[in-house]
């Protein structure tokens, strides 16, 4: 091994942030590609062959702390790395033909393969070679080659065939990506291709020579173009497995590029036609491009492209003339011995091209600028507006108009390039004109999604329709497309939002810090909502039943009346989908199915002890916590009870459909005299449930069924107008726990369950992670006193963690309060069967109710031991992994109870770990319960990071908040080594 790789091996520093490898380091592109990392605040390690090791374009690089550059001799050395490598960028004989790649992409597949990391192969589409075209014209650039190829195409093919074998044995995640006629700042020079010869020539003041008549098509592209596609090839929407040609969809011939050369030189220039020449392309390149599939489009012009690549060379002073000969010694020196001669262009003298520049500068671009800026400001208040209303039709127009917009100014801003450069604002414009260009990938991203939920209100409608024309799956492919395009360009805004300093562009000073910080906020969280939407339409068509009948349970469950699992569930609704069309949905009371089951079904004990309930229903199916638990038990019910198989089961509570009802405004029901708003809909619910009820009565099914069907019509009929809105709040129902599904078809299920909408009980907090201590909280409660006390019933937790050398101690008071009276409509007192779940090896150690400690009597025994202490039966059990202690409560109207448990989880203890995670998790249909959580760690470990909510007095760490939906808090620690 050489000694800089040695050097390396022994090198291990703290991962701040993703590490990247990045190979051919000193190359142009990947010089660029790692300084662009490197703004992306990743760590970057660089790697270069031995006879590679010249640094010139690697200067920036190299002051940044987060850059590490080390040459291999790919032939002698292995790679080997300690720290762990997350993406890998191999540029694959990008600027010259490479002897050592096929050793050198084995290595680095291997490492891909040891490190699980993401990789992409960066590969040359450039050839300088005649190649004949076979047929018409093939699109498919691979296709062109005959078996005479050359070293440098055999090897690429190695490469790739190479690349794919590795993807396809071993399931990695790679993709390959081809560049084509690459130009630009640190290019070498001494490349056989066209562009290449063209820019040495101009820069050693040599005739510009273009073979033939000059219509051979190029296909340039800028490097930091380049670079962004690579970006997006590495870091967007499912890339894994996909070959991408980045080929600049504009080209243009030989002889244009010429000229605009010509023009750079200021008149120092000629073009060269040659005729007959030795060195003549036979062939035309016609290369597929997968701009549209990167939602890649080059930004930087030819025009501006070659100005800046003259700029970089005429400062470089290690590029001499010197050096013509070595690099092609059979160029003609001079012009007269080339048979045809050349016309020179016309040319302005230098004051009139002055004068008729300051005039373009002064007046139109200026004008055009201030017409451009206030046309977008309109446009983005019209579009304000046009959200308000929900309006997607004139919002896409709207859009569009935006993007011209801001390609308007970005063109108008070009003008002024020079000048900005001239008065020491070059960065403000640089800055400026990157923040356009993510603006203008936002603007189409947005263009996108509401084509996409344009596509979708179509999918719902043909769903739901009574017309017998299906067309769903064709459909669903258009929204997927538009999702797709969206998502890409979301997924490299995010990647750019990093590199973005609004303090250092013109905008300075326009836009507050705040808004900024809420902007991100508000952008993050649609980028997660596109992808999670991305992905929920891969599974639509299972869940249509595109490919057979699909047969949904669904639980209208009153959380007025909390259940484990929910609320009581007092209604069920059948919905059937077949061929992409739903073709039944009907509710029905639940007595009504209970009141046909058969023999006898033993209840859990405090169902048939405090509830009284001798049989177990579907009623009361839902006494798991885990909604797949639930659900299971609820199909089997309804299967035994009414004979109907179900594919799956929805859970719906009365917050969930009080916001569909906000969303969509009242719902007249005629036949009940009634106006359902989401303000009373409790209260109807609960009345038509209660009043006048008894057994196998209708009025809970008719009720709920004029209700659901009304809300479902009134849905179909505005869903355009109230799409946005809509998708919120059922994603707020999901989040908060008001809305759950399970589905027999593993994909689906999976998907919920990584979705956290499935309702299962969360599984080990430090799965992922190592070095941690993971702990969980989950407060169960189960309303038997058959009534709807929960209205009003106030709970607040508080948890008290002390971290030992031992074990984890806690201390968790509940504090309920019940605020009914005892002549309320809901009859008031709360008999409440409540359970806490804890990790595995936590133990029980006291119990107090008001300050009396209780004697704990496990519920098999019921055997007192102490008479002196107030016996409490008390449920231990294990349930997916945790442990539970349960036992019956009872608070009168109006009165308030405390409960203070004392456990212990022994076993790991932050002394093994570095790190302490605590999950806690919300009950399905709760409320928004109040709850605080203190953590007091050994004074022997330092605080490393904490949760943005937490707050810290001595030695204790506190949070306060409501549990609006599942918690997840990380802590990281320091332990101070004792001397």
Known sequence: MSETAQKYFDFVEAKEASTVLVSSANSAVGSFLIEELLKLKCKVIGIDEIDKSKTSNLSIALSHPNFSYFTYNLSQDSLRFKEEINYIFHLSNLEQDDTQEPLAITKILELTREKEAKFLLATSLNLWEKIELSGSGEENYGSLFKSTDSFFEQTRKYTEALVTAYYKKFHLDLRIIRLLDLYGPRMKLNQTNHLAKLFYEALQKKPLVVEDDGLNLLYPTFIKDAISGILKAMFGYETKGFVFNLVNPQPINVLSFAQILEKKLNGEGRILMVKDSQEVFSWQKRPKSSAKQLAWNPEISPEKGIEETFSFFNKDDSFSKDEEQKIFPDLPNNPSSISRKIVINKKFTLITVLCLLFLLLLFSPALYLFLIVKKTQSNLQLLERQIASQNLTEMSKTTRELSGNVDGIQRSLSLYSSIFSLAGKEKEYQETEKILLLTKDGVSAATSLIEAAADFNDVTKTVFSQDQEGGVSLKIIDVKKNLDEANNKLSYIQSQIPNINIESSFLKGKISREKIVQGTGQFLKGRLMVSRARELIDILPEVLGLSGKRTYLILFSNNMEQRPAGGFIGSYGILTFDKGKMVELKVEDVYTADGQLTGHIEPPRPIREYLEQPHWYLRDSNWSPDFLLSSQKAEWFLDKEVGRKADGVFFVDLNAIADLVRVVGPINLPDYQE?????????????????????????????????????????????????????????????????????????????????????????????????????????????????????????????????????????????????????????????????????????????????????????????????????????????????????????????????????????????????????????????????????????????????????????????????????????????????
């Not at 479902?712 to 869903?719: A, F, P, Q, S, Y």
């Open 675 to 979: 106006t359902i708003t989401a303000e009373n809909l409790f209260e109807k619910a609960t009345f038509y449930s209660q009043e006048n009820f008894f057994p196998g009565s209708t009025q809970k099914r008719d009720f709920l069924g004029a209700l659901s069907g009304r809300l479902l019509d009134k849905l179909l009929l505005e869903g355009t107008k109230n799409s946005p809105t809509l998708l919120s709040s059922l994603l707020t129902s999901l989040e908060e726990k008001h809305l759950a599904f399970f589905f027999h078809d593993e994909s689906a299920e999976n998907l919920m369950a990584r979705f956290n909408w499935a309702g299962r009980l969360s599984g080990d907090p430090c799965l992922e992670f190592q070095d941690c201590l993971g702990d969980y909280l989950m407060v169960v409660d189960a309303n038997l006193g058959v009534n709807k006390a929960n209205v009003e019933i106030a709970k607040k937790v508080q948890v008290e963690t002390e971290l030992t050398g031992s074990s984890t101690k806690k201390t968790i008071t509940l504090i309920y309060q019940n605020n009914n009276s005892a002549e309320s409509f809901q009859k008031g007192r709360y008999k409440n069967y409540l359970r806490i779940y804890q990790p595995l090896n936590t133990q029980l150690e006291s119990i107090s109710l008001d300050g009396q400690e209780r004697e704990i009597v496990a519920t098999t025994s019921a055997i007192s031991k102490n008479s002196s202490k107030e016996a409490l039966l008390v449920d231990k059990s294990s349930e997916e992994g945790k442990n539970s202690f349960g036992f019956l409560t009872e608070i009168a109207p109006g009165a308030k109870l405390t409960i203070v448990m004392k456990l212990n989880t022994g076993g790991i203890t932050l002394d093994q770990n570095k790190n302490y995670r605590l999950v806690i998790q919300k009950q399905l249909g709760a409320q928004n319960d109040e709850y605080s959580f203190s953590l007091v760690r050994p004074e022997i470990f330092l605080i490393k990071s904490l949760p943005q909510e937490a707050k810290v007095k001595n030695n204790k760490i506190t949070i306060e908040d409501k549990l609006r939906e599942d918690k997840v808090f990380d802590f990281a620690f320091d332990k101070v080594e004792v001397k």
